[in-house]
Protein backbone atom coordinates (compact mmCIF):
# COMPACT_ATOMS: atom_id res chain seq x y z
CA UNK A 1 0.00 0.00 0.00
CA UNK A 2 1.28 3.47 -0.84
CA UNK A 3 0.48 6.65 1.08
CA UNK A 4 -1.06 9.71 -1.58
CA UNK A 5 -2.41 13.09 -0.92
CA UNK A 6 -5.37 14.53 -3.02
CA UNK A 7 -6.39 18.42 -3.43
CA UNK A 8 -9.47 18.58 -4.54
CA UNK A 9 -11.50 21.20 -5.83
CA UNK A 10 -15.29 21.50 -5.48
CA UNK A 11 -16.99 25.00 -7.54
CA UNK A 12 -20.45 26.39 -7.76
CA UNK A 13 -20.89 25.07 -11.65
CA UNK A 14 -19.87 28.56 -14.13
CA UNK A 15 -23.38 28.36 -15.25
CA UNK A 16 -24.80 29.55 -11.70
CA UNK A 17 -24.98 32.32 -9.92
CA UNK A 18 -22.63 32.20 -7.00
CA UNK A 19 -24.09 34.76 -4.15
CA UNK A 20 -20.86 34.32 -1.81
CA UNK A 21 -18.51 35.26 -4.45
CA UNK A 22 -20.35 38.52 -5.65
CA UNK A 23 -20.32 39.60 -1.80
CA UNK A 24 -16.97 39.32 -1.85
CA UNK A 25 -16.14 40.92 -5.31
CA UNK A 26 -17.83 43.60 -3.73
CA UNK A 27 -16.48 44.24 -0.48
CA UNK A 28 -13.29 44.03 -2.49
CA UNK A 29 -14.40 47.29 -4.43
CA UNK A 30 -14.90 48.79 -0.96
CA UNK A 31 -11.53 48.22 0.10
CA UNK A 32 -9.70 49.70 -2.96
CA UNK A 33 -9.55 46.64 -4.72
CA UNK A 34 -11.94 46.79 -7.96
CA UNK A 35 -9.27 45.82 -9.81
CA UNK A 36 -10.33 42.08 -8.53
CA UNK A 37 -13.55 40.82 -10.46
CA UNK A 38 -15.22 37.53 -10.86
CA UNK A 39 -14.51 36.09 -7.62
CA UNK A 40 -16.14 32.76 -7.16
CA UNK A 41 -16.20 30.60 -4.00
CA UNK A 42 -15.80 26.59 -3.10
CA UNK A 43 -14.39 24.31 -1.05
CA UNK A 44 -10.84 23.10 -1.02
CA UNK A 45 -10.58 19.31 0.55
CA UNK A 46 -6.86 18.02 1.41
CA UNK A 47 -6.87 14.66 2.35
CA UNK A 48 -4.51 11.38 2.68
CA UNK A 49 -5.18 8.03 1.18
CA UNK A 50 -4.01 4.58 1.23
CA UNK A 51 -3.69 2.89 -2.13
CA UNK A 52 -2.53 0.08 -4.27
CA UNK A 53 -1.12 2.29 -7.35
CA UNK A 54 -2.08 5.72 -8.54
CA UNK A 55 -5.21 4.41 -10.73
CA UNK A 56 -6.77 2.49 -7.80
CA UNK A 57 -5.69 6.43 -5.72
CA UNK A 58 -7.71 8.35 -8.50
CA UNK A 59 -10.67 5.84 -8.51
CA UNK A 60 -10.91 6.19 -4.49
CA UNK A 61 -11.06 9.89 -4.89
CA UNK A 62 -13.22 10.11 -7.61
CA UNK A 63 -15.71 7.77 -5.73
CA UNK A 64 -15.52 10.07 -2.83
CA UNK A 65 -16.10 12.88 -4.83
CA UNK A 66 -18.98 11.51 -6.71
CA UNK A 67 -20.84 9.79 -3.06
CA UNK A 68 -20.15 12.45 -0.66
CA UNK A 69 -18.35 15.27 -1.46
CA UNK A 70 -19.63 16.99 -4.23
CA UNK A 71 -23.33 17.59 -4.81
CA UNK A 72 -23.68 17.61 -9.22
CA UNK A 73 -26.47 19.36 -9.32
CA UNK A 74 -24.61 22.79 -8.31
CA UNK A 75 -20.61 21.93 -8.07
CA UNK A 76 -18.41 20.44 -9.97
CA UNK A 77 -14.72 18.73 -9.09
CA UNK A 78 -11.47 18.80 -10.27
CA UNK A 79 -8.33 16.96 -8.26
CA UNK A 80 -5.15 16.44 -8.13
CA UNK A 81 -3.40 13.37 -6.46
CA UNK A 82 0.69 12.87 -5.60
CA UNK A 83 2.48 10.07 -3.57
CA UNK A 84 3.80 11.25 -0.08
CA UNK B 1 -3.23 46.27 -17.65
CA UNK B 2 -2.77 42.36 -18.02
CA UNK B 3 -5.53 40.10 -17.19
CA UNK B 4 -4.44 37.38 -14.94
CA UNK B 5 -6.78 34.32 -13.12
CA UNK B 6 -5.54 32.96 -9.28
CA UNK B 7 -6.24 30.46 -7.45
CA UNK B 8 -6.44 31.03 -3.37
CA UNK B 9 -6.94 28.30 -0.96
CA UNK B 10 -7.77 29.25 2.45
CA UNK B 11 -7.56 26.33 5.12
CA UNK B 12 -7.43 25.53 8.42
CA UNK B 13 -4.13 26.18 10.50
CA UNK B 14 -2.48 22.69 10.96
CA UNK B 15 -2.34 23.09 14.97
CA UNK B 16 -6.03 23.21 14.54
CA UNK B 17 -8.86 20.64 14.98
CA UNK B 18 -10.94 20.37 11.76
CA UNK B 19 -14.43 19.28 12.65
CA UNK B 20 -15.55 19.55 9.27
CA UNK B 21 -12.57 17.66 8.25
CA UNK B 22 -13.56 14.98 10.65
CA UNK B 23 -16.68 14.79 10.12
CA UNK B 24 -16.47 13.60 6.57
CA UNK B 25 -13.44 11.87 7.49
CA UNK B 26 -16.21 9.93 9.75
CA UNK B 27 -18.54 9.45 6.97
CA UNK B 28 -16.62 8.23 4.23
CA UNK B 29 -16.09 5.36 6.83
CA UNK B 30 -19.17 4.66 7.11
CA UNK B 31 -19.42 4.31 2.90
CA UNK B 32 -16.38 1.75 2.94
CA UNK B 33 -14.05 4.17 1.77
CA UNK B 34 -11.83 4.11 5.25
CA UNK B 35 -8.77 4.08 2.93
CA UNK B 36 -8.96 7.68 3.45
CA UNK B 37 -7.89 9.98 6.08
CA UNK B 38 -6.97 13.22 7.30
CA UNK B 39 -9.67 15.02 5.41
CA UNK B 40 -9.32 18.84 5.92
CA UNK B 41 -12.15 21.51 4.56
CA UNK B 42 -11.06 24.68 3.54
CA UNK B 43 -12.49 27.39 1.21
CA UNK B 44 -11.18 27.55 -2.59
CA UNK B 45 -11.45 31.06 -4.14
CA UNK B 46 -11.04 31.81 -7.73
CA UNK B 47 -10.73 35.43 -9.12
CA UNK B 48 -9.68 37.37 -12.38
CA UNK B 49 -7.45 40.50 -11.49
CA UNK B 50 -5.83 43.15 -13.98
CA UNK B 51 -2.72 44.13 -12.98
CA UNK B 52 0.34 45.93 -14.62
CA UNK B 53 2.40 42.79 -14.37
CA UNK B 54 3.12 39.95 -12.12
CA UNK B 55 4.43 41.34 -8.96
CA UNK B 56 1.72 43.82 -9.02
CA UNK B 57 -0.78 40.76 -9.41
CA UNK B 58 0.97 39.20 -6.70
CA UNK B 59 0.69 42.11 -4.35
CA UNK B 60 -2.92 42.51 -4.95
CA UNK B 61 -4.03 38.94 -4.75
CA UNK B 62 -2.01 39.26 -0.95
CA UNK B 63 -3.90 42.35 0.26
CA UNK B 64 -7.09 40.59 -0.75
CA UNK B 65 -6.37 37.38 1.31
CA UNK B 66 -4.53 39.47 4.19
CA UNK B 67 -7.36 41.93 4.43
CA UNK B 68 -10.73 40.19 3.32
CA UNK B 69 -10.25 36.63 2.65
CA UNK B 70 -8.52 34.97 5.40
CA UNK B 71 -8.62 34.78 9.06
CA UNK B 72 -4.89 34.22 10.20
CA UNK B 73 -5.88 33.43 13.59
CA UNK B 74 -7.62 30.04 11.92
CA UNK B 75 -6.06 29.91 8.52
CA UNK B 76 -4.12 30.40 6.65
CA UNK B 77 -3.75 30.69 2.76
CA UNK B 78 -1.45 29.90 -0.43
CA UNK B 79 -2.16 30.97 -3.88
CA UNK B 80 -1.18 30.65 -7.98
CA UNK B 81 -1.64 33.16 -10.12
CA UNK B 82 -1.24 32.83 -13.85
CA UNK B 83 -1.93 35.27 -17.71
CA UNK B 84 -5.27 34.56 -19.01
Known amino acids: MNLYAASVRIMPLKALLDPQGKAVTHSL ?13 GKHIALEL ?3 NDIQAHQLVDEACKKLLCNPIM ?3 EFEIKPI
Chains 1, 2 share one sequence.
Open 29 to 41: QKINLAAISDVRV
Open 50 to 52: QAE
Open 75 to 77: EFY
